[in-house]
């Protein structure tokens, strides 16, 4: 028996989306890696990186609602959010509140899971 593979014309939207969710968390473990990596060649100088989810931003424009609808969908907060909120983050790490925050990649993504 021969193993058949779909053309392009057969990729469902479902399989679209199961590659690129799976495309996306390859990246984000590789942005993981990559913070240990440097905070361990430069210690002791803090690195840590924001992991910013799917805003409703210039990138998203085109989005249909259906398109926003899924990632509310997929997200424990269940809704899209603007990037300002990411503001707040990158705040945080720019006080010396985040002083011991080091090697950790903060996920700013409405939970998404």
């Known amino acids: ?63 249909t609602e259906e398109a926003v609808a899924a990632v509310c969908e997929v997200t424990a907060l269940g809704r899209d959010d603007r990037p300002e909120k990411i503001g707040g983050t990158a705040l945080y790490r720019a006080t010396e509140a985040s002083s011991v925050t080091t090697g950790t990649a903060i996920s700013v993504d409405g939970g998404r899971a």
Not at 2 to 28: C, F, I, M, Q
Not at 32 to 61: H, K, Y
């Open 1 to 63: 028996m021969s193993l058949r593979y779909p053309s392009v014309a057969e990729v469902t939207e479902a399989l679209w989306d199961k590659t690129v969710n799976r495309s996306l968390g390859g990246a984000r473990a590789g942005v993981n890696a990559m913070t240990a990596a440097l905070t361990a060649e430069f210690a002791p100088v803090p690195m840590n990186t924001i992991m910013p989810g799917a805003f409703g931003s210039d990138v998203g424009r085109h989005w």
